[in-house]
């Protein structure tokens, strides 16, 4: 989404493997699973070239309805949105709904399905109460934690139909991360965290579980699913769709090479203006995106350094300044009572990404205390729901409302920040160009998160073994601007 990074992509993991290993980790491939990938409609063959039909087709949508979507984690919910015992939410996704609740206990997900005759027990968020469940067609009733309290004219069933282990609700499994509730429909997938890998750490450094959404936008777009992530994993876009991020990145064209006019711009700016745009940069961040990724009580602190008297050398002057940044948002946090992390410590030595991808379809963009969040569901071959938060540490005695329900706004509403408003524009005009030409290009170099993951979809519609699917998910997470990479098929 914007250019400045603060880590390198991480090298790929040594994660093992089940075959000879490559570089990758994990394995070289079978014949039986060459044949197995080589089934695959539409499947990417070089990693630098993706079918334009990917995006469009329905017998290609179908198969991941059918092979991608019951066999990954999938981000349910915000925990915030389920804080007291009893509170439920119905999370969608396709033609399966789900339950996750707040148990008292701790946190479960249901098939949202009465286990008599199917009816949906949930539509939306709501409390169970202490009569639980209710089926409104029969009264069959359950629990919060699924577990069925009363089957009217039990008399008139055969015994064996009202076993516990029948009629109790049906569980999915379910776990919680960075304050926030996945579920996967697959019984036997990896765990989460084995599917997830490094991110899993870096986010853990920054206390991702403890940030509370300030704010909550829901858009359907008229885009396949796939598309609408991929504007956010890569920074190849931003000169020209992000112009007013752009003009004020220092040294913004040194990561691609020089501009239209053949110039490097902001290229060894004095210390007193780059300075300045160096708060500019940061406050256009904070502006394009409504307060998310940096966040109001972070500029609050950040606005002051345009007085910062900094050495004439301009790299140690950008470092003095985000050393500055670090600690004063930090001080800052602290005199409000917010429970950061060390601000400064985990800057300067985790690395990370300016957006960190989670497949298949969740995404976290930190850059100091606080952060973006974005999840995208499939609605048909050619529209996708796309959800966004910004998420920060609120202080202890600070007024806090948490949003209950997303804001919907049509996929061209002004009142979207600037920067998702301008990708928005876009995506549209991509999902009807697609029809008209036969291949995506990629650069291996800075778009090869595209590449990654479509490779791993055509991992999971080839059904290849899951622990294979989990190590090559680990690589894959590898965050943004990555390049291409070897994920072991």
């Known amino acids: 989404m914007f250019v400045h990074r603060h880590g390198d992509i991480l090298p790929s993991p040594s994660l093992g493997g089940d075959d000879n290993n490559n570089h990758s980790g994990v394995g070289a491939m079978s014949k039986a699973m060459e ?16 079918s ?34 009893g509170d439920y939410v119905e ?27 199917g009816l949906r027990l949930a539509n939306g968020p ?8 209710v089926c409104p067609f029969h009264g069959w009733r359950w629990n919060a934690k699924g577990e069925s309290t009363f089957v009217f004219g039990r008399e008139i069933f055969s015994e064996d139909l009202l076993d516990r282990a029948e009629i109790d609700l049906a569980p999915v499994q379910l776990d919680t991360w960075a304050g926030c509730a ?60 992000h112009p ?47 307060g998310g990724i940096v966040h109001p009580n972070e500029m609050t ?12 050398d301009p790299m140690a002057a950008t470092q003095l300044f985000y050393d500055r940044v670090y600690s004063d948002v930090q001080a800052e946090a602290r005199e ?73 706004l049509p996929y061209n509403s002004p009142d979207f920040p600037e920067i998702p408003r301008q990708d928005y524009s876009n995506l549209p005009l991509q999902q009807l160009g697609l029809h008209n030409f036969d291949y995506m290009r990629l650069s291996k170099d800075e778009e090869g998160l595209i590449s990654n993951y479509h490779r791993l979809i055509d991992g999971y519609l080839a059904r290849l073994d899951p622990k294979r699917l989990a190590k090559a998910s680990q690589i894959v997470n590898s965050g943004f601007n990555a390049e291409i990479l070897d994920i072991g098929f």
Not at 60 to 78: G, I, S, T
Not at 126 to 133: A, K, P, S, W
Not at 301 to 312: F, G, H
Not at 354 to 366: D, I, N, Q, T
């Open 35 to 50: 044949n197995a990938l080589d089934k695959v409609p539409l499947r990417v063959t070089n990693p630098e070239l993706v």
């Open 52 to 85: 334009a039909e990917r995006y469009y087709d329905a017998e290609f949508f179908e198969q991941e309805k059918k092979h991608l979507w019951p066999h990954v984690w999938q981000m349910a919910c915000r925990l915030e949105e389920i804080p007291e015992k």
């Open 91 to 117: 999370y969608t996704n396709l033609d399966k709904s789900v339950i996750v609740i707040n148990t008292g206990e701790g946190y479960k997900g249901f098939h949202n399905a009465c286990r008599h005759r």
């Open 126 to 133: 709501g409390n169970c109460g202490d009569e639980g469940f």
């Open 182 to 241: 996945f579920i996967n429909f697959d019984d036997d997938a990896p765990a989460l965290r084995e599917c997830m890998g490094p991110v899993v750490q870096r986010m853990d450094e920054r206390h991702a579980d403890k940030l509370k959404m300030d704010w909550w936008f829901a858009t359907e777009l008229p885009t396949n699913w796939k598309l609408a992530m991929e504007a956010f994993q890569e920074g190849y876009h931003v000169m020209k769709t």
């Open 244 to 290: 007013q991020l752009y003009h004020v990145t220092p040294e913004a064209d040194s990561q691609y090479g020089t501009d239209f006019d053949g110039v490097l711009h902001n290229h060894n700016l004095p210390v007193p203006e780059l300075v300045d745009t160096l708060v500019d940069f940061v406050g256009c961040v904070s502006e394009g995106m409504g």
């Open 301 to 312: 602190a950040i606005e002051k350094l345009r007085t910062l008297e900094a050495p004439d």
């Open 336 to 408: 409000r009572g917010a429970d950061l992390f060390d601000v400064e410590k985990v800057c300067k030595e985790v690395d990370f990404h300016a957006v960190e991808f989670m497949f298949p379809h969740f995404f976290l963009l930190p850059m100091f205390s606080a952060m973006a969040s974005y999840r995208i569901r499939p609605l048909t071959p050619e529209t996708c729901w796309f959800e966004i938060w910004s998420l920060g540490i609120p202080g202890d005695e600070e007024e806090f409302e948490t949003p209950t329900e997303p804001t919907v």
